[in-house]
């Protein structure tokens, strides 16, 4: 039989978990796979970047380790992109000038940040959140005891402003929505967040739009100014307001983009070329891009099963379920957080003076689990994350007291 | 003997007059009314402004014989010093005791061409307060000035029979003092359901017979203007003989104003700083003020009461603040929301009890957590079965089914878990490296040392079914 050579193009999440599926159920070793990873080092753990503030290194971040590097049928190649492809040929070109041919070509581009186009948003002293390279940029330009502004207040804007705090700054948030990761948790959970947040030590501004970033004499930024006229020094900015799918290959590929970006595949992760996939957050799976790593492991793990012929099942979509933990602030959404769904219960349970508040959305049945937010308290979230779209398996009231996840089971 | 005075001709009057003589009191009673009929169940006018109540079913059982009923007969003055009351029409009545049971009057709103003189309504204009504002509306559509409880109810009832109705509240939601936005979204969509028009954080801002003007500017047509805007006690004798007023006439824990031989009761009288607004208040002080004329002396303590809006085919029920809000110092809140069933429920819980709530739309609720917060007992542990009037039955014991997922990270199912553990993993990093659970977002490690817990305690080492041995 003879060896198939699959191409990877990404090595993030995504792409690397791919790698650990294909070589995990390729039994009979009728792959050899390729990775062309753009950044300078193999797949890290990109949710825990805040990590890297916090006394972790690079190193920890690792996913691959000795044994999945050490494998014979696996060739990566950090540092190297790929820059065209000869669909015809079934050929990948890079940036080193190198070609290497495929049998599958699977895209994991990823995405990159979104920078809003305003005044100023390029000056020195403006920074992305995203790669172990952006975490050491601004660890090298953090003034400690200065304010410093991180645009988007989502669970990365979160995290950044975080690792702002660690790195002696004073940060603030500014967010465009009504409450914080607006995107995950419903207002309530967004009140005790920003509660939460602001005690500790970090500013908060929602419905707020970024006008422009204003320069200081020395030509770094040094304000960011608001829609509103509010002007919030800022010695630092960090863009952390969502992200666009890397799919610039789309057309010179001549593959077809989604709506709103990202190379458009079906529910399998497929384009319209048979041997060609995409997978992550690059992908646009029937149309829709998906911006948290959950979705894209399961996209991977579903070419991976077509691959080695297992075939498996398509991708199945998956919810935005999230859950931020920064000392001391406990938040969660999962399932259907904001009750979309026609005919959806809400049953809310709030303790200001705990500074808890916790939100199960139930189907009109009002049995089935939906999906919910927890703030202040989030013992709950897993029991409930795996019961989301089941029916309860007790009250909410016994589930949100969180006992059912941990410690001995309850006599019954 | 002991004559007892009793100014005001409503039901507090009438409740009281009722008992001093079936409690066998020994003076004279007289009951000395302004409205020109004797006492009639006022909270229902507004059934037979819509129809379905005829207004002589109103009137309260007769009094009896023993008591001195006077009405049409207005009282113009009080002369402590003298102990006597002078009337409208030249009488001067001694007592020994005093009762101010006068009641409230219709607030007008301060919209210029609502009122032709001070308390002369325009033409067109009338509150629902007196049997005499239930004559036949006028022709064209109804606009209710108030969106509480009385102009909820009116536009619910008047737009029964497809009368045309638009409901003007300045506030942002219905009923704003008794329910949070998303509460008041129910009632606003039985209303819109039946047609009424609501103009909602909106003003009237000028009234001309025959149509509104809003502060907007829009013009709504208006063959009545139906003033539910709340009362303002009616204290003017008091006010003028020196009785100390706020909000009402200021009654002590004996009913009794700074003056030991007057009394003030119902809707005209402040007690603990608030102002009654609702028969059953009016009827439990006049209860009280009876047992304590009648030497069974006992301090008056208002009881909780519930409110119960009259929408006829929809349940409601608003439960007050039982005693004074004390900020910090509830277990939370609890509340439902189902927009579709157009059902909502709030509690404010205090030490596992209701403190204060309201629940629509489910008749099974409303019954159910009124009788909780007028005993004051303690509510069950499962909370939404209580506010949907479910069974409370869950088909599990709280933990996740086999074939859920427990780390989606890595997409394990709780079988997974459970046959590699089988297979000989018998701890959590085991069982991490069997099926990579945990090692994603770690979310998920409550839940796995938990199976881990059970399995072991189970003590329980055959295989599952289907797993692979």
Known sequence: MTTRTLVVAGHGMVGHRLVEEMLTHDRHGRWRVVVLGEEPRAAYDRVALSSLLDGATPDDLALAGPDVLGDGRLRLSPGTRVTGVDRRARTVTCDDGTETGYDALVLATGSRPFVPPVPGHDLPGCFVYRTVEDVAAIRAAAVPG???????????????????RL???????????????????????????????????????????????????????????????????????????????????????????????????????????????????????????????????????????????????PFAGADGSAKLKLLGVEVAGFGDAHARAPGAIEYVREDRRAGTYAKVVLAADGRTLLGGVLAGDTRAYPVLRGLTGRELTASPDELLAGTTGEGPPRAR | MTGVVIVGGGPAAHRLAA?????????EVTVVGAEPRPAYHRALLGSVLDGTLDADRLSLPALPA??????????????????????????????????????????????????TGPGRLAEGVRAVRTAADCRPLSEGPVVVLGGGIRGVETAWAL???????????????????????????VPAAWLAGRGVTLHLGRRAAEYTPGKVVLD????????????????????????????????GVVVDALLRTGDPRVHAIGDCAEHAGAVGSTVLQAWEQAEALARILTGRERPYAPGRRVL??????????????????????????????????????????????IHAGAVIGSPSAVAAVSRLYLRDEPVPADLLALLTGADGEYAGDGTLPDEAVVCHCNNVTGKALKDAWH??????????????????????????????????????????????P
């Open chain 2, 159 to 185: 737009s029964r029979t497809g009368q045309e109705v638009a409901l003007v509240h300045p506030a942002g939601h219905l009923m704003e003092r008794h329910l949070d936005a998303a509460g008041a979204a």
């Open chain 2, 308 to 353: 119960r809006p009259r929408t006829p085919g929809k349940d409601m029920v608003v439960l007050p603040p039982a005693g004074p809000d004390r900020p910090g110092d509830t277990d939370g809140t609890v509340s439902l929301l189902d927009r579709a069933g157009g059902r909502h429920a709030r509690l404010v819980l205090r030490g596992g009890r």
């Open chain 1, 146 to 164: 200065r304010e410093a502004v991180v645009v988007g207040g989502g669970l990365l804007g979160l995290e950044a402003a975080n690792g702002l």
């Open chain 2, 216 to 247: 907007d500017g829009q013009v709504l047509a208006a063959g009545t203007v139906l003033l539910c805007t709340g009362t303002v006690a009616e204290t003017a004798s008091a006010r003028a003989s020196g009785l100390e007023v706020r909000g």
């Open chain 2, 19 to 27: 008992r001093l003589v079936q409690y066998g009191h020994p003076g």
């Open chain 1, 167 to 313: 790195l002696g700054m004073r940060p603030r948030v500014v967010e465009m929505a009504p409450w914080l990761m607006a995107q995950q948790i419903d207002e309530g959970g967004g009140r005790v967040l920003a509660g939460a947040v602001e005690r500790l030590g970090v500013g908060v501004h929602c419905s707020s739009a970024l006008h422009a970033v204003g320069a200081g004499p020395d030509g770094r930024a040094d304000r960011v100014e608001l829609a509103d006229g509010t002007v919030l020094d800022a010695a630092l900015v960090v863009f952390a307001a969502g992200v666009r799918p890397r799919d610039e290959l789309a057309a010179p590929l001549g593959l077809e983009r989604g709506e709103r970006g990202g190379f458009l595949v079906d529910g399998w992760c497929r384009t319209a070329d048979e041997y060609i996939w995409a997978i992550g957050e690059c992908a646009a799976v029937e149309g829709r891009c998906h911006g948290l790593v959950v979705p894209g492991l399961r996209m991977a793990e579903t070419v991976a099963r077509q691959l080695v012929g297992e075939g498996g099942q």
């Open chain 2, 66 to 115: 023993e008591v001195r009923q006077l009405t049409g007969v207005r009282v113009s003055a009080v002369d402590r010093a003298r102990r006597t009351v002078r009337t409208g029409d030249g009488r001067e009545l001694p007592y020994d005791v005093l009762v101010l049971a006068t009641g409230a009057r219709p607030r007008v709103p301060p919209v210029p061409g609502l009122e």
């Open chain 2, 423 to 468: 297979s000989g993993a018998h701890d959590e990093a085991a069982l991490a490296r069997a099926t990579r659970a945990t090692t994603g977002c770690g979310s998920c490690t409550s839940v796995v040392r938990r199976l881990c817990t059970t399995l072991a305690g189970a003590g329980d080492d055959t295989p599952a079914e289907g797993a692979t």
